[in-house]
């Protein structure tokens, strides 16, 4: 999770719930999300186009809309590795933590999005706090997350952090 190297998505400014995956999906088993993920945006035939580990770079107040846990399970589940915007609706942000999709907020956005063409890849560091045009060789600081969120992150997420701690305690076994 530190290291996070995929082609680059680009989207705008309130990118709400139902774009990301419209709420007639909000049934659909995990695994059939990925087909309808990001229907509702500028890229509609996103599912056709994405791989593993792939990014998105978006503007300002990213996952707004409701409060559907679904919606940052649906781009982890379509191969998604990590989340870059100016900003991010405060519960999105946190649910996106907590099942372990990388939600980082970024200053420099325009000027990332100004330099990118289409399929460029990117080079992520979490531990830096960079992202890396692999193409153009610029590198851009990234905001640092809490400790307790990168916790979380590498955990996995919120359930396999509080697992490891129990763990640790002795609480409950392996």
Avoid: H, W
């Amino acid at each position: 999770m530190n290291n996070i190297k995929g082609r680059a998505f680009m989207l705008n400014e309130n990118v709400d719930t139902d774009q990301i995956l419209p709420g007639y999906a909000m049934s659909y088993p995990v695994e059939e999300l990925k087909k309808v993920t990001l229907r509702g945006s500028i890229i509609p035939d996103f599912p056709e186009k994405v791989q593993p580990g792939d990014i998105i770079i978006a503007d300002d107040n990213f996952g707004c809309g409701s409060s559907r846990e679904q919606a940052p399970v649906a781009l982890k589940s379509s191969g998604v590795s990590i989340v870059i915007a100016k900003s991010f609706a405060r519960i999105f942000r946190r649910n996106a933590i907590n099942i372990g999709l990388p939600v980082v907020t970024c200053e420099y956005i325009k000027e990332i999005k100004n330099e990118a063409k289409e399929n460029d890849e990117f080079q992520v560091d979490l531990v830096n706090n960079t992202i890396t045009n692999l193409r153009t060789k610029n590198q851009y600081e990234l905001n640092r997350l809490s400790q307790t969120t990168f916790d979380t992150l590498q955990a996995g997420g919120l359930i396999n952090k509080v697992r490891n701690i129990l763990q640790e305690r002795g609480a409950i076994n392996g």
